[in-house]
């Protein structure tokens, strides 16, 4: 049974930056694409940045020059770096993997002080 763990989100005060990891366990077989997703209180989920399993990579408008996804195959892992952190960036943020079918992770907080 594939299961994705999150890490690295927290407090941050505008400015700072953050690192988010996501690790794909149970020996998943052929990781199609990666992403990160966010979800502010009252609104709707939204696509941060994603990864295909080529390596090309998409990002939300209000992310692009500030965050950076990447992916290790061999490690079955999805990182989002974030920099230039902005209290709009406040959200819990998700990661999801495509393999079988989409696999999604249990979310991390990340906050964003002014």
């Known amino acids: 049974q594939v299961q994705l763990v999150e890490s690295g989100g927290g407090l941050v005060q505008a400015g700072g930056s953050l690192r988010l990891s996501c690790a794909a366990s149970?020996?998943?077989?052929?990781?199609?694409?990666m992403g990160w997703y966010r979800q502010a209180p009252g609104k709707q989920r939204e696509l941060v940045a994603s990864?295909?399993?080529?390596?090309?990579?998409t990002y939300a408008e209000s992310v692009a020059g500030r965050f950076t996804i990447s992916r290790d195959n061999a490690k079955n892992t999805v990182d989002l770096q974030m920099n230039s952190l902005k209290p709009e960036d406040t959200a819990v943020y998700y990661c999801?993997?495509?393999?079988?079918?989409?696999?999604w992770g249990q979310g991390t907080q990340v906050t964003v002080s002014s």
């Open positions: 999801r993997m495509e393999i079988s079918r989409d696999y």
């Open positions: 149970g020996s998943p077989f052929r990781i199609k694409s």
């Open positions: 990864v295909s399993n080529y390596g090309a990579t």
